[in-house]
C-alpha cells in the first residue's frame, strides 16, 4: 500500500516522477478523446531534482523563503492580499491560518507539503471554501498552512470513454459547460459555484442521486499528495485502501490535486418548481412527505420553507415574502412527469415553473446564492418523514413560528442512495465497488440556515436548535459530511467504518499532518 505509481523514491528524493497522467492545463479547459489523460509529469518531475528544505530562524522567514518556490503565491499575515486570500465561502466563518498557499500547479501541493512538514505546521486544502466552519473553528488551526486551490480549475472531457477529468478547484459550472456540448452529465451539486473537488470526496448528493447514487460512487482515479510529499495516481488497483478512504471519507488523507469520474449520456430532464404562500405550508409537505412514498427511482425533489427578505437582487415574486417549495427533476417524458406530478399540482400553486429543459439548468434550479455570503446552518439526516414528522417540522419553521431562518429544506433520498442498491448499480454499470461512503442509511436529508445580520446571531443559533431538537426523534443513524457545517465525531459521520478509515489515516498520515474539516481521528 502507499506505493507511487512510479515505484519507491528514496527518503533524499521524493520526487513526483513517472506518474501518468499530467496536470490539465488551464488555457485548453476541454480535450476530447484519450489522449487528452495519457500524457507525462515531465514538468513536474523537472521541478523535484532534491527535496525543498528550509531551514532560516523563524516561520515568518521561512515562509518568506518558501514565497520564492512556489509557482502561486504565499499570503501571510498583515500582507495586502492576506484578507482575500484567507477568505472562506461562508463570510461568517474567520479563517486565520499560519500562511496561505494559492497554488498555480499541482507542484504547488506537494511543495506545501513537503515544507509544513519540514516546519512542523499541518496543510489543509481548499478550494471553493465551502464547508469551512468546523476546520476554522479547530484550536490549532493557527498552525496550519491554507492551500487554496481555487485557480486551479482546468476541466478536460474524454467523450468516447464519458469521464471528466477536473483540477482541484473547478467548480461545478466549469464541468457542466464543458460536458453539456456533448451530451453528458454530470452528478453535479446543486449550484454552478459548488466546489467539485469536496462536494465529491465528501459524498456528492446530486438532481440525479435516486437514480444514479452518490457522486463519490463514479470516482474512477485520483492524484494525491499525501504527508510525505509524494504525487501519487490512485485508483481500485493501486492503492486500494486509500481510494476507498477517499470516496465519502473527505480531505483527511491527502491533498488531492486532480479526479476522474463518470459521465453519463443525460442531456434533457423534465424540472422546476412550484411555489405556495406559506400558510399553504401543512397541506403542501404532507403531501409532498405521502407523494415521495410513491415515486420511482427516476425523480427527486426537495421541499422548502422560504423567509425571503426585501432585496432588490430577488425578482418581485420572491422578494420579502415566506413561501413553500417544491423543487423536482425528473428523469421521463413530459407526458409521464406530468402523471407523476399530479398530487402535487391538485394544490394549485401559486408559480409552477416546471418544464422540459436542459441538464445544464439544473445548476440554476435551487437559486443558490451566486457569490459568497455569510451563514449559519447545519445538517440531520432522518429516517422517514412522516405527518408527524412534518408537524414537529412546522412547529419550528412553519407558519406562525418564531425562526430567523432563511431556508429550510428536506431532499428525498432512497433509490440508489441506499447502501444495498449503490452496490448493486455499481456491478451493474462496472464501476469501482464504492468507498467508504456508498450511500446513506436515511429516507431524508435536512439542512437549515441563516444570515448572521447584526442583532439576530443568538435568535438564528436558537432557531437552529429548535427546529433540529424538534425532530429528533427522527434523526437517522448517519450523518452527511457535506451538510455537516459544525463539527461532529468522526463516528457520527462514518459509523463503525471509522476503524477502517482510521488505519488508512494511520497508515499515509502517521503524524497527522493533512487536516480536514472533519477528520478521522477526532
Known amino acids: 500500500m502507499n506505493t507511487p505509481v512510479s515505484g519507491a523514491a528514496s527518503s533524499a528524493d521524493r520526487s513526483a516522477q513517472d506518474l501518468p497522467v499530467s496536470p490539465v492545463s488551464p488555457v485548453s479547459p476541454v480535450v476530447d478523446g484519450p489522449a487528452a489523460r495519457v500524457t507525462d509529469l515531465a514538468s513536474v518531475r523537472a521541478r523535484h531534482e532534491r527535496p525543498d528544505y528550509i531551514v532560516p530562524t ?10 520564492t ?40 501541493a506537494v511543495k506545501t507539503v513537503r515544507v509544513a512538514a519540514a516546519m512542523g505546521l499541518g496543510v489543509a486544502a481548499q478550494s471553493t ?7 476554522a473553528a479547530q484550536a490549532d488551526f493557527d498552525d496550519v498552512v491554507l492551500l487554496r486551490m481555487h485557480e486551479l480549475r482546468g476541466v478536460e472531457i474524454d467523450v468516447e470513454a464519458r469521464i471528466a477529468r477536473i483540477q482541484p478547484g473547478a467548480q461545478w459550472g ?33 438532481w440525479l442521486a435516486r437514480s444514479h447514487g452518490l457522486a463519490a460512487n463514479q470516482v474512477l482515479a485520483a492524484e494525491i499528495v499525501t504527508a510525505d510529499g509524494e504525487l501519487r495516481r490512485i485508483d481500485a488497483e493501486h492503492d486500494e485502501d486509500l481510494f476507498w478512504a477517499i470516496r465519502g471519507g473527505g480531505g483527511d488523507f491527502g491533498v488531492v490535486t486532480a479526479l476522474e469520474f463518470r459521465l453519463f449520456p443525460i442531456t ?46 430577488l425578482p418581485p415574486f420572491l422578494a420579502g415574502r415566506s413561501l413553500v417549495v417544491v423543487e423536482a427533476v425528473c428523469q421521463e417524458t413530459p407526458e409521464r412527469a406530468a402523471q407523476l406530478l399530479a398530487p402535487l399540482r391538485a394544490l394549485a400553486p401559486e408559480i409552477d415553473t416546471v418544464h422540459p429543459q436542459s441538464v445544464a439548468e439544473l445548476l440554476q434550479l435551487h437559486m443558490d446564492p451566486p457569490v459568497p455570503t455569510p451563514g449559519h446552518g447545519d445538517g440531520m439526516m432522518l429516517s422517514e418523514f412522516s405527518p408527524a414528522t412534518v408537524r414537529a417540522f412546522l412547529d419550528a419553521v412553519g407558519p406562525g413560528a418564531e425562526t430567523a431562518l432563511l431556508s429550510a429544506e428536506i431532499r428525498h433520498l432512497g433509490g440508489a442512495v441506499d447502501p444495498d442498491a449503490a ?13 467508504v461512503v456508498s450511500g446513506f442509511d436515511a429516507q431524508y436529508l435536512v439542512y437549515a440556515v441563516g444570515i448572521p445580520m447584526p442583532g439576530i446571531g443568538d435568535a438564528l443559533v436558537k432557531s437552529l436548535g429548535r427546529l433540529f431538537s424538534r425532530i429528533e426523534p427522527w434523526r437517522a443513524p448517519v450523518e452527511y459530511l457535506n451538510f455537516a457545517e459544525h463539527a461532529r465525531s468522526a463516528e457520527q459521520l462514518w459509523g463503525d467504518r471509522v476503524h477502517r478509515l482510521r488505519a488508512v489515516k494511520l497508515d499515509v498520515d502517521p503524524q497527522g499532518l493533512i487536516r480536514s474539516n472533519h477528520p478521522v481521528r477526532r
Open 268 to 313: 434533457e430532464v423534465v424540472a422546476g418548481m412550484m411555489l405556495w404562500p406559506l400558510e399553504a405550508a401543512e397541506d403542501v409537505l404532507q403531501a409532498w412527505a405521502a407523494w415521495t412514498g410513491g415515486l420511482p427511482d427516476s425523480v427527486t425533489s426537495t421541499v422548502r420553507v422560504l423567509r425571503l427578505p426585501p432585496l432588490p437582487e
Open 129 to 135: 471554501g465551502h464547508n469551512a466552519g468546523p476546520l
Open 423 to 435: 452496490l448493486a448499480l455499481a456491478a451493474e454499470h462496472e464501476v469501482p465497488v464504492p468507498g
Open 58 to 67: 523563524s516561520r515568518e522567514e521561512a515562509l518568506a523563503a518558501f514565497a
Open 174 to 206: 466549469d464541468v457542466v459547460a464543458a460536458a453539456t456540448p456533448h451530451g453528458l452529465a454530470a452528478l453535479a451539486g446543486s449550484s454552478h459555484d459548488v466546489g467539485v473537488m469536496g462536494y465529491t470526496l465528501g459524498g456528492g448528493v446530486s
Open 69 to 108: 518556490r512556489v509557482d502561486g503565491r504565499v499570503s501571510l499575515p498583515g500582507d495586502a492580499g492576506w484578507d482575500a486570500d484567507r477568505l472562506a465561502w461562508n463570510l461568517a466563518v474567520d479563517q486565520r491560518p499560519a500562511a496561505v498557499v494559492v497554488a498555480a500547479s499541482a507542484d504547488d
